[in-house]
């Protein structure tokens, strides 16, 4: 079945630190893919997605590229900020299949001033 | 506008209480989604409303009852609910279930923090 799984966390990072977290997915076919971010007390906001192969999502500094070669979609920032301090969910969404999102387990990051 | 309300932000009800919450979204969207999310988990798709009907019912318990009364609004009512309920519920929207790519985009409301004694 289909399934997404992120690094797990907690990722603590000093301001101004490179950013990376993994995901990966399994899926029939070619799904859509998403980083939702969380921050702390609030609900869940998209951050980005790509919806084929070689899209590259970005928003607020963060990217993220859909290869399917590796079956990866790993979120990037070049520069964390206190402000990023949050979890991460990285997610797909498969219309052929069971139309539901696929969450992976989500990664906590704390960036330090 | 991508916003999505829900109402209370936070409720605390006895198990025998019955209480409802509320979302709406003013975005022309036609599929509503009800999740439940546990701390420092992810969400957990509980309901889908697609053109103001039931699309998928994720074999959540009868004690609650989704309702969406019209294409902005969705509702949860809660009734006898056991403390293992306590969670983040989380209304979501999006353009619709299938048919282009921006179909697929949730929007989030900011949730009920819902406590229950």
């Known amino acids: 079945g289909n399934s997404v799984t992120q690094m797990e966390g907690p990722v603590t990072l000093s301001e101004e630190a490179f950013l990376t977290i993994n995901c990966t997915y399994t899926a029939t076919g070619y799904p859509s893919l998403f980083w939702y971010v969380q921050y702390p007390g609030e609900g869940l906001q998209l951050l980005l997605k790509?919806?084929?192969a070689d899209d590259k999502g970005s928003n607020k500094g963060f990217e993220a590229t859909y290869r399917k070669e590796t079956t990866s979609f790993h979120l990037e920032k070049g520069s964390v900020q206190v402000s990023d301090s949050a979890v991460y969910f990285c997610a797909s969404f498969n219309a052929g299949n069971n139309r539901k999102l696929i969450w992976g387990l989500g990664t906590s990051l704390a960036v330090n001033p | 506008d991508t916003e999505v309300t829900q109402t209370p932000k936070h409720l605390v009800m006895g198990m025998t209480n019955k209480k409802s919450l509320k979302c709406e979204q003013h975005?022309?969207?036609?599929?509503m989604y009800w999740y439940k999310q546990k701390a420092k988990k992810p969400p957990e798709l509980m309901f889908v409303?697609?053109?103001?009907?039931?699309?998928i019912n994720e074999s959540v318990p009868s004690r609650f009852s989704p309702e969406c009364p019209n294409s902005s609004l969705l509702n949860l009512h809660l009734h006898a609910l056991q403390p293992e309920d306590s969670a983040l519920y989380l209304c979501a929207s999006s353009l619709g279930l299938a048919g282009g790519q921006r179909s697929y985009e949730q929007y989030f409301g900011p949730g009920t923090r819902l406590t229950v004694t």
């Open positions: 790509a919806t084929k």
């Open positions: 409303y697609s053109y103001e009907k039931l699309s």
């Open positions: 975005m022309g969207h036609r599929a």
